[in-house]
């Protein structure tokens, strides 16, 4: 059977790509790393290779990053930080010799040192890339979820060569726990695993009361109102289904609370919206915002912060962001969720509306001063564990310290 056009094509180019020499001057002094990711769009694992090329922008760890897809949200910003960002797009490639070259010149004139992937495709790509610059490269991969929800015929392919292929790379990064003992349990043998979670800017991310003033009048809240939040892209994994039962169910009991949804692809067509909360939204109680830049400003306007995920999450970065903005969190037993959390927060099963209602009504009967204490004890722990900084220091470590 031969294999998927997606995979398939972004081996063969890889191939293409660095079939001839390296050439150019080396700097002992310095570190080169090829980043091969699926995408730049926004979500967990593109924002996170743009938070490590910033913390190491400063330090002697050179970087170019591939994307597959092509250009993103997040392209210009990679930019600002990496040397270049090279749109590989693999199919594309193939049809354009010229093109094609031009690519393979310019990661030829770089001499990569390493060769990083992000995600299962990314994993695949850099290993044919790696397979092809042996004598000039070491491979890493990095492995952002845990159990990934189903996909494609083609991603379901990717992901087999990814057990079968693991013991190629020498070091392979985990982002949580849970991701780990998924990733042992499906067979994957790596050599040297090394788990870094993710990290948040604790400056950025921080109670903020005029933001939270700023956000709540632009939306007509009251200043009082209690409000839930959830940030998170339309997937299934992220399960909205239950989310939206939830709010129902929390609403017929409370009938002054607010709930607003941030995140790409959630809007008044989607399914998983009840009757119920059209009406809410009719009412102005249940606002859709879509994709938002101003992150900490929607934090800032909550009271508590949810994540409703059924599976395959790894290590949330919104959850941390939620934290360090001085948030209680009520979350899902979904990968690392309720490890961050720990005891600042409530975690639930997934998949049960009522059990994340009554963790809401918990909260909602709770004092103001109560449930600031609780949000004063996550941002703690969020600048503790989680800060941006020690999350670079790790992979400043994991490029140097390579014999």
């Known amino acids: 059977m031969p294999a ?69 949200a997040l392209s210009e910003r990679a930019r600002h930080y990496a040397d270049d960002v090279i749109n590989v797009q693999p199919a594309a490639l193939m049809r354009n010799p010229a093109r094609l070259m031009k690519v393979s010149r310019q990661l030829a004139r770089f001499q990569p040192h390493i060769i990083q992937g992000w ?38 392919w990717v992901r087999r060569m990814g057990i079968r292929y693991s013991q190629l790379p020498e070091r392979i990064v985990v982002n949580s726990e849970s991701g780990l003992a998924y990733h042992k349990a499906v067979g994957y043998k790596a050599n040297d695993y090394r788990v870094i979670g993710n990290g948040i800017d604790a400056t950025t ?57 941030c995140g790409s692809g959630v809007d008044a067509t989607v399914p998983e919206l009840t009757d119920y909360n059209r009406q809410q939204l009719e009412s102005e109680r249940l606002h859709l915002l879509g994709e938002l830049e101003d992150m900490p400003g929607f934090m800032n306007a909550l009271d508590v912060f949810t994540l409703s995920s059924k599976t395959g999450e790894g290590f949330p970065n919104v959850i ?51 449930r600031a204490d609780i949000g004063t004890r996550a941002r703690q722990r969020a600048v503790n564990e989680y800060d941006i900084a020690s999350v670079g220091a790790a992979y400043r470590e994991l490029y140097t310290s390579v014999p």
Request: charged fraction near 20%; aromatic fraction near 6%; hydrophobic fraction near 40%.
């Open 320 to 370: 941390a962001e939620a934290m360090a903005c001085a948030k209680p969190c009520v979350v899902t037993d979904s990968g690392d969720s309720q490890r961050i959390v720990g005891e600042c927060g409530m975690t639930v099963s997934p998949q049960d509306p009522q059990a994340l209602a009554n963790a809401w009504q918990r909260l909602y009967a709770m004092s103001p001063d109560v």
């Open 205 to 261: 991310f921080a109670p903020d009361g005029q933001a939270r003033s700023a956000c709540r009048q632009r939306l007509g809240l009251p200043d009082e109102a209690f409000v839930i939040g959830i940030s998170a892209r339309y997937r299934e994994m992220k399960d909205y289904a239950t989310f939206f039962q939830a709010v129902e169910r929390f609403g017929k009991q409370v009938a002054d609370a607010y709930v607003l949804v």
């Open 4 to 72: 998927p056009n997606t995979g398939y094509s972004a081996c063969i180019a890889a191939q293409l790509l660095f079939q001839g020499k390296s050439g150019g001057c080396v700097k002992a002094s310095e570190v080169r790393v090829v980043h091969v990711t699926t995408g730049l769009e926004i979500g967990g694992a593109e924002v996170m290779l743009v938070k490590v090329l910033k913390e190491l922008e400063a330090s002697n760890i050179r970087a170019i990053v591939c994307s597959l897809l092509g250009e993103g």
């Open 119 to 156: 995600m299962y495709h990314g994993n695949l790509v850099a290993t044919v890339m790696h397979k092809t610059l042996a004598r000039h490269s070491r491979l890493f991969w990095n492995l952002r979820c845990s159990e990934p929800t189903p996909g494609s015929r083609s991603a379901e």
